[in-house]
């Protein structure tokens, strides 16, 4: 699942901070995030002559004091939830529920990135950092986007006007990164503006001449009707 990177590094956060504490009391106490407590056979069953009670109860302290670790590291609110939980059932439990909450927002990030289009007349800089943004964060929750679909989710969002781009970027089978396809798109934005600048110039320079032309002919006329 794309959500298990970011589920180990959780863990890995919760054992780094008991590991560090087990370090000023001379124990290793991070098995407790592992193994649950196990239950004290009947003293009349044949279990309990081999059961080693001390080790028991050392692994019920030693998930206490992880618990306390661990439990201090938490916003209030999700100390409430688990204040009456050691450190194995903890985990199960955040497990569950940051599954549940990065799957939403894997399908919210996922919704907004396909919507993503850009309109003619809209920058293209502020689009495709904002498709960039969206993929960050979806990689953030551990789904990272291959390269390639990255690029063609934002090529796709392009509209007509950047055709020849999307063309050329094919044929030619351009690798870039993300920041790189941002720098050639906002290029190519600028150089097709300057080009409609000067067509729309000598557009209405032909304009004018052939306006100037029908004025001169007008007048050469009244003035051959004058005579």
């Known amino acids: 699942m794309s959500q298990t990177r970011c589920w180990d590094k ?3 956060d919760f054992f780094k901070q008991i590991i560090n504490w087990a370090q000023y009391n001379d124990d290793m106490v991070e098995y407790v995030l592992d193994k649950p407590i196990g239950v ?3 003293k009349e069953s044949l279990e309990f002559a081999t059961f080693d009670v001390e080790a028991h109860q050392k692994h019920i302290d030693n998930a206490s004091d992880a618990q306390c670790i661990m439990l201090s590291s938490m916003s ?4 409430r939830q688990h204040e009456h939980m050691l450190p194995y059932e903890m985990l199960k439990h955040l497990k569950s529920l940051y599954a549940s909450q990065a799957q ?4 919210e990030i996922l919704r907004d990135l396909f919507n993503c289009k850009l309109h003619d007349g809209s920058k293209v800089s502020e689009h495709v950092l904002k498709m960039i943004g969206l993929i960050e964060r979806l990689a953030s929750i551990g789904t990272v986007l291959p390269a390639n679909v990255s690029t063609n989710l934002i090529l796709q969002s392009l509209p007509s006007s950047f055709e020849n781009f999307i063309v050329n970027f094919n044929m030619n089978n351009t690798k870039v990164g993300l920041p790189e396809l941002h720098n050639k798109l906002k290029t ?3 150089s097709t503006a300057k080009v409609k600048s000067v067509l729309m110039v000598s557009s209405s320079a032909k304009s004018s001449k052939w306006k100037n032309k029908q004025q001169q002919k ?3 006329s009244k003035d051959t009707w004058s005579y």
């Open 10 to 12: 959780l863990r890995l």
């Open 104 to 107: 939403t927002m894997e399908y």
């Open 188 to 190: 190519y934005e600028s």
């Open 218 to 220: 007008k007048k050469t």
């Open 76 to 79: 209030l609110e999700l100390q």
């Open 40 to 42: 004290i056979p009947y």
